[in-house]
């Protein structure tokens, strides 16, 4: 590949945070204490782009492939190709994301879940190609819509506890044992443990998605919270609405280890036998019901802001699978990827393992 040629895209532009309106700039001042970084990677309108960090060496790269070059460590700088901050020579000129990937990369035929799948195809038909809406659209995917009938069912936060039976009797009793209610809003009701969690050596988390239909909440409720009595130090949450109890990541638990997850896995496969699933995608299925399924969220050392908050594992998924999707939308040729087969690609070269959904092995030193 160091014969061929590259070059820094034209639609793209280099800027320090002194080039920036002051409102550009503010969110990103945390970054001038690192002696690494430069600035920023621009868009040109009508290119649609998240701003991206920059540091002085791929800065530098930028500055000098403005004259199209050959590279000796081509290989460095592949995914800026995918990403569309670099471009390199095809057959038809220069071209970059989905456009280069046949070029960049040998083909793979990789197999992903169907639910999966299926939100990728539903973004890529979408007539647009904003990488925030097509985030929104693949972490909303396969939610049930919202009817006349669930609004009634699940009207309030009072209505649901009562539905589920965590106010009164021996599931009040039992939850009022071993956590203490959080009514906090944010679209959660969540319940923390009494006793500490307290996070393992690689700083990420575990976490149990249990994924029934809405008709079979209150039974998957409850023999979840008597699952978890046995895990002392286990929190865990529920949607606060009728939409939250939409949404296929409706009720989540938290667990230190991955033998504490499989553990518990264990006991309520066994315990939620025939209980009709949901299914959510981008994450780690125990079995192919659906109904049981893990991911782990990002360490806070994953972030390049502190302000921007730590990232769930779906949401942390979808930005990337947003973002790819984005790219490829603006594909010209016709020997281009399709545009979700593009994204599971640069997914994969971010570090996730795209047939189960979970973290490579070094991503986050989760294995």
Request: overall charge negative.
């Amino acid at each position: 590949m160091h014969q061929i040629l590259f070059r820094s895209s034209p639609e793209i532009e280099l800027k320090q945070l002194a080039d920036l309106e002051e409102h550009q700039r503010e969110p990103f001042r945390e970054l001038e204490s690192d002696p690494e970084f430069y600035g920023l990677f621009v868009a040109k309108p009508p290119r649609a782009m998240n701003l991206k960090s920059v540091d002085r060496q791929t800065a530098r790269l930028f500055q000098s492939l403005t004259t199209p070059s050959r590279l000796d460590e081509a290989e460095d700088v592949i995914d800026l190709v995918l990403d569309g901050i670099f471009e390199i020579e095809g057959p038809d000129g220069f071209v970059f994301g989905a456009d280069a990937l046949p070029i960049v990369c040998a083909p793979s035929d990789i197999e992903i879940a169907r639910l999966s799948r299926d939100a990728l195809l539903y973004a890529q038909d979408l007539e647009t190609n904003d990488p925030q809406t097509l985030t929104t659209a693949l972490y909303f995917y396969h939610r049930i819509p919202l009817s006349p009938f669930w609004k009634s069912r699940f009207a309030s936060r009072e209505a649901i506890l009562a539905h589920l039976g965590a106010d009164r009797g021996a599931l009040r009793t039992l939850l009022e044992r071993n956590w203490t209610f959080n009514d906090r809003g944010n679209y959660w009701m969540s319940w923390s443990a009494k006793m500490p969690m307290v996070r393992g050596a690689d700083d990420v988390t575990y976490k149990l998605y249990v994924s029934p239909r809405p008709e079979h909440i209150r039974e998957a409720f409850e023999i979840l919270v008597r699952v978890l009595s046995e895990f002392p130090s286990t929190p865990f949450k529920i949607g606060d609405s009728a939409a939250a109890l939409l949404r296929p990541d409706k009720l989540v638990a938290y667990f230190q280890t991955r033998e504490q997850l499989t553990e518990a896995y264990q006991r309520l496969r066994d315990e939620l036998a025939g209980c009709e699933a949901h299914g959510i995608p981008f994450t780690a299925a125990f079995d192919d019901s659906g109904l049981l399924s893990w991911g782990v969220d990002p360490p806070d050392n994953d972030r390049a802001l502190r302000w921007l908050g730590r990232d769930s594992w779906r949401l942390w998924v979808a930005k990337r699978l947003g973002s790819a999707l984005s790219i490829a939308k603006s594909a010209r040729s016709a020997a281009a990827a399709e545009p979700w087969r593009f994204a599971i690609e640069r997914a994969r070269r971010h570090g996730i393992d795209v047939e189960t959904w979970t973290p490579s092995a070094t991503l986050w030193s989760t294995r």
